[in-house]
Each structure stands twice: as structure tokens, then as C-alpha cells.
């Protein structure tokens, strides 16, 4: 009977250890710390055919005439608390001119408005991306080759499409629905969590309007990746802008994860 006793305490412990240990491999954790700094460059390429200027919100031209001048952004870690991690957005300017702002996003829930910056740390593919959420998932653990040499990074793919209604339209002179395609491709380095490379393409058709936007950044510097910072051979988006310009010009009916920016004009 004491054997039977010390038989079913072991078998206790391992099944604990092994309920306990599968929390412990979900939980999400930043990777980056108070110090690490990420630099990155970007592009914007509009094409947009059918719709008059006038039909243009005056809100969405400065926004573009704004990201179209946009030079660097920089991402700097000031505090790691929990699953939070608050960083200084610094955004410069073609013209030398600087916009600062704080930002903060929850590694394990995607809240806040620097969610396409950074995720947890050390997920592999097909784990969540956040914590309980099904709609994103990693889609790759592959291996990247930057300047500084191979890391490894993890994937996200996203292919949307959409019917946009006339009522949604309204205000902007169309009276035809969109079809529109909304793709997203998105890399981060997997043992800090930080974005290293994200592409945004947005394909509008309809009888009165074409539009075709996109959006490419690029991680230029990082003390996190080597001493000569780490600069990926292939292009990335800064959706934070992208995201404002393109729900102003068509209602997109984006449901999936759009960061906000806290940026003053």
C-alpha cells in the first residue's frame, strides 16, 4: 500500500510538471530590454486612378503628403514591466524636422499601438501569436540571412479579401462597390521579438476607381542584432502610416490587428 501511496505521488508530480510545464512553454514574454533600439527606413508607393482630388478628405492629403516624407523611425525601449514593454517612437522627417511620442504594447494580448514593432519572444510556428487569439498565428520559423549573418525569424501571412458597399463609400463621390485586396507579410526576429521586415500591398478595383498602395521599411540599425547593427537584404512596411492613409481613402474593412499611432502633426 505505501508503495502504491509513493506510486501515485510520482504520478502526481509528472502529470503537474507536465500541465505546469505546457503553461510555462504559452506564457509570452518581451525579448528585448530596457536599451535596445531599433532604426527603420521606409517607401511609399500610391497609384490612384478615377477619383477627383476633391473627393479627398483634406485629413487624408496630409497624411500622405506627410508619410511620403517620412525618413527613418526609430524604436527605443525605456521600460519592460510583465508582458508590457513602453518605448520612445521617434519619427524624422525628409526636411530634418522630428515628431516623438511614447508608445506600449502587450507581448502576450497585441494591446497597444506598437504591436507590429514587437512580439513576444521565442514563439515558433503554428503558436499563437497572442495569447487565446486563433486569427494569428505564426506561419513559419524559417531562417533569414542578414549583413550580419543568419537569424532565425518568424512569419506571418495575410491575404484579405473584400466587398466595400457604396454606403460605406459615401462622402467620397463613389457610387460603384470595390473589390479590394488587402495583403500582409510580416517578419520578426525570433529570439527578441522585433519586427525585421513587414509588407503591406492594398489592390482596389471597381468601374470608377483603381487604387494600388504599398508601403516597404526596412531595419536599418539595432544594437540588439551585432555591434555593426544588423540591416535585412529585403524591404519592410511601417504600417502605422499606411494604416491611417488607407482606411481614409476607401472604408477598408480591415478586421484584423491595425496599430495606432499617437503621432501629432
Do not use: C
Amino acid at each position: 500500500m505505501k508503495n502504491l501511496k509513493i506510486t501515485g505521488i510520482f504520478i502526481g508530480i509528472i502529470i503537474l510538471s507536465i500541465i505546469f510545464g505546457n503553461v510555462m512553454a504559452q506564457t509570452r514574454v518581451p525579448g528585448v530590454v530596457v536599451g535596445d533600439s531599433f532604426k527603420y527606413t521606409y517607401t511609399l508607393d500610391m497609384n490612384v486612378g478615377g477619383l477627383s482630388p476633391s473627393s479627398f478628405p483634406d485629413i487624408f492629403q496630409a497624411l500622405i503628403d506627410q508619410a511620403k516624407s517620412i525618413d527613418w523611425v526609430q524604436i527605443n525601449i525605456t521600460k519592460v514591466s510583465g508582458t508590457t514593454v513602453t518605448a520612445q517612437m521617434l519619427m524624422q522627417f525628409e526636411n530634418g524636422t522630428q515628431q516623438s511620442d511614447t508608445g506600449t504594447t502587450d507581448v502576450s494580448t497585441g494591446q497597444g499601438n506598437l504591436t507590429m514593432f514587437l512580439i513576444a519572444a521565442n514563439l515558433n510556428a503554428k503558436d499563437q501569436i497572442y495569447q487565446g487569439n486563433d486569427d494569428a498565428i505564426i506561419n513559419q520559423t524559417i531562417t533569414r540571412t542578414y549583413l550580419s549573418g543568419a537569424r532565425q525569424v518568424n512569419r506571418e501571412e495575410i491575404t484579405m479579401n473584400y466587398s466595400v458597399t457604396p454606403e460605406e463609400l459615401e462622402g467620397f463621390g463613389i457610387a460603384d462597390p470595390l473589390q479590394q485586396t488587402n495583403s500582409q507579410d510580416t517578419y520578426w526576429d525570433q529570439q527578441s521579438g522585433s519586427l525585421v521586415e513587414l509588407s503591406y500591398k492594398m489592390v482596389t478595383r471597381s468601374d470608377l476607381v483603381n487604387a494600388d498602395i504599398s508601403v516597404n521599411v526596412a531595419l536599418v540599425e539595432s544594437n540588439v542584432y551585432s555591434a555593426d547593427s544588423t540591416v535585412p537584404e529585403y524591404p519592410v512596411t511601417i504600417f502605422v502610416i499606411i494604416a491611417l492613409a488607407v482606411s481614409t481613402i476607401v472604408a477598408i474593412k480591415l478586421n484584423y490587428r491595425l496599430p495606432k499611432t499617437n503621432f501629432r502633426a
